[in-house]
């Protein structure tokens, strides 16, 4: 099973530019000058060159890696959820493709933009909403994130949503986002407590979600692959809120927000005596360890993105959802 990625650690010389900055903060204090500290201050997560440059070393490193099929080519644009979903599907395809990808087909965006919030702290973070070569005519949603000044920018969460269910977004007078506290009350579910209210719904249902595929749809899908002549299937849903998987929400125009946020799950498909679990394709064969007697069970991560509205006025919709098999065990 995969882990959670939990902070980074400061390098030796990371701790001496630090100590540094103190210093020279120190100065420029007793000097009078006015120090602004971005963990303090209400500040831009980037600037708008700064995120459509980001936008553009991820899809170069993306492209590479997934013409290579080798997920160290794009390591350091990658974190999260989505990490964990591209170094798994890389993985796979260099197992079953060792020269690379011969069906390797550019991943190209236009018509980026940008929603940047204004943030104390880190991790800083922004939307880029863009337009891509595939998907028909879904907007792909891009969260990029980063833990320090000096680190480079990783896109966390990847979803693709119809145009016309994108959220207008609140923005100041300089057109700068706001960042949702993740624990607030203000909306219908915090976005805190999104990743395990949805894995719960998965499993008992309720009304705190909103119909839709994703929603109805997946549980009734889950239903009537439960149960198969010589097949059981059964699902367990965990919710993934730390470190890189924490969710991250924009207040949109209406007062509620838009929230992105992870889930992992697993589907365990046993068979009866005497008869052999279906054979599994070859992305699968590559992940899985141990040897498929009666059961296989596949573990999947899951980047989900919903708009959450403001707390009595409607329930959570979940707009879209990527998920990836990130590992499996057969027994």
Same mark, same amino acid.
């Given at each position: 099973?995969?882990?959670?990625?939990?902070?980074?650690?400061?390098? #030796?010389?990371?701790?001496?530019?630090?100590?540094?900055?103190?210093?020279?903060?120190?100065?420029?204090?007793?000097?009078?000058?006015? &120090?602004?500290?971005?963990?303090?201050?209400?500040?831009?997560?980037?600037?708008?060159?700064?995120?459509?440059?980001? /936008?553009?070393?991820?899809?170069?490193?993306? !492209?590479?890696?997934?013409?290579?099929?080798?997920?160290?080519?794009?390591?350091?644009?990658?974190?999260?959820?989505?990490?964990?979903?591209?170094?798994?599907?890389?993985?796979?395809?260099?197992?079953?493709?060792? !020269?690379?990808?011969?069906?390797? #087909?550019?991943?190209? @965006?236009?018509?980026?933009?940008?929603?940047?919030?204004?943030?104390?702290?880190?991790?800083?973070?922004?939307?880029?909403?863009?337009?891509?070569?595939?998907?028909?005519?879904?907007?792909?949603?891009? &969260?990029?994130?980063?833990?320090?000044?000096?680190?480079?920018?990783?896109?966390?969460?990847?979803?693709?949503?119809?145009?016309?269910?994108?959220?207008?977004?609140?923005?100041?007078?300089?057109?700068?986002?706001?960042?949702?506290?993740?624990?607030?009350?203000?909306?219908?579910?915090?976005?805190?407590?999104?990743?395990?209210?949805?894995?719960?719904?998965?499993?008992?249902?309720?009304?705190? @979600?909103?119909?839709?595929?994703?929603?109805?749809?997946?549980?009734?899908?889950?239903?009537?692959?439960?149960?198969?002549?010589?097949?059981?299937?059964?699902?367990?849903?965990?919710?993934?809120?730390?470190?890189?998987?924490?969710? /991250?929400?924009?207040?949109?125009?209406?007062?509620?927000?838009?929230?992105? @946020?992870?889930?992992?799950?697993?589907?365990?498909?046993?068979?009866?005596?005497?008869?052999?679990?279906?054979?599994? !394709?070859?992305? &699968?064969?590559?992940?899985?360890?141990?040897?498929?007697?009666?059961?296989?069970?596949?573990?999947?991560?899951? !980047?989900?993105?919903?708009?959450?509205?403001?707390?009595?006025?409607?329930? &959570?919709?979940?707009?879209?959802?990527?998920?990836?098999?990130?590992?499996?065990?057969?027994?």
């Amino acid at each position: 099973m995969s882990t959670d990625r939990g902070p980074r650690r400061l390098s #030796s010389l990371d701790r001496r530019m630090l100590v540094a900055a103190s210093v020279t903060a120190l100065s420029l204090t007793a000097s009078g000058c006015v &120090v602004v500290h971005g963990e303090n201050e209400m500040i831009p997560a980037a600037t708008r060159a700064e995120a459509a440059e980001a /936008l553009k070393e991820f899809t170069t490193a993306y !492209n590479a890696a997934d013409k290579a099929y080798d997920s160290s080519l794009d390591a350091d644009h990658v974190t999260g959820a989505l990490g964990d979903i591209d170094e798994a599907r890389l993985k796979a395809g260099r197992a079953n493709n060792p !020269n690379g990808n011969s069906a390797h #087909s550019p991943l190209e @965006f236009t018509d980026a933009e940008f929603t940047i919030p204004k943030k104390p702290g880190w991790p800083r973070w922004f939307l880029a909403n863009a337009k891509g070569n595939r998907g028909g005519d879904s907007r792909w949603l891009l &969260v990029f994130t980063r833990d320090a000044l000096d680190a480079p920018w990783e896109v966390a969460y990847l979803t693709l949503v119809a145009p016309d269910d994108l959220p207008e977004f609140k923005k100041d007078t300089d057109g700068w986002a706001e960042a949702v506290d993740p624990n607030t009350a203000e909306l219908a579910i915090p976005p805190q407590d999104l990743s395990k209210r949805y894995t719960d719904y998965l499993k008992d249902g309720g009304r705190s @979600f909103a119909d839709g595929s994703h929603t109805t749809g997946w549980r009734e899908k889950r239903e009537q692959s439960a149960e198969r002549p010589g097949l059981v299937t059964q699902y367990i849903d965990e919710p993934l809120t730390a470190g890189d998987y924490q969710p /991250l929400a924009l207040r949109t125009a209406d007062g509620g927000a838009l929230v992105f @946020f992870t889930t992992r799950h697993f589907q365990k498909q046993t068979a009866a005596p005497g008869t052999s679990v279906p054979a599994p !394709n070859k992305n &699968v064969r590559a992940l899985t360890k141990g040897e498929i007697k009666q059961s296989l069970t596949m573990e999947f991560v899951s !980047n989900e993105v919903a708009l959450d509205p403001m707390r009595g006025t409607d329930t &959570v919709s979940v707009l879209g959802r990527i998920e990836g098999l990130t590992g499996a065990k057969g027994e």
